[in-house]
């Protein structure tokens, strides 16, 4: 059964910090990608992180984000990294995986693993 477990969210002053997990079990994940939706808010994509060649890894981030968070991962497991924290990263952030070929890396509708999703709070 395909199946992505994700944890680590919480509730966090801004400037925090916070790490997500994201395990994937049931199948051999190609990229992982992590999602957030706001409240009152359209899903966005946050960042990806592909496999590359020779062990490398290749990654990119929505442009709220850059220079705060961080995506890494090893076989079976993603980990966002969010530091600097601020209100707007309030939301419920969803891994996903199992992409298929061709799209935008934050097209949603190319993943076809979702985890549960786990809500991040924000507070000033």
């Known amino acids: 059964q395909m199946q992505l477990v994700e944890s680590g969210g919480g509730s966090v002053q801004a400037g925090g910090s916070l790490r997500l997990s994201c395990t994937a079990s049931?199948?051999?994940?190609?990229?992982f990608a992590w999602f957030r939706q706001g409240p009152a808010k359209e899903r966005e994509g946050v960042a990806v992180i592909f496999p590359g060649l020779g062990g490398s890894k290749w990654t990119t981030y929505g442009d709220p984000v850059k220079g705060r968070f961080t995506v890494s991962r090893d076989e079976n497991t993603s980990y966002l990294q969010m530091n600097n924290l601020k209100r707007d990263d309030t939301a419920v952030y969803y891994c996903?995986?199992?992409?298929?070929?061709?799209?935008?890396?934050?097209?949603?509708?190319?993943?076809?693993?979702w985890g549960q999703g786990t809500q991040v709070t924000v507070s000033s």
């Open positions: 996903a995986s199992k992409k298929r070929p061709g799209g935008s890396w934050d097209a949603g509708e190319r993943y076809e693993a």
């Open positions: 049931g199948f051999t994940p190609n990229a």
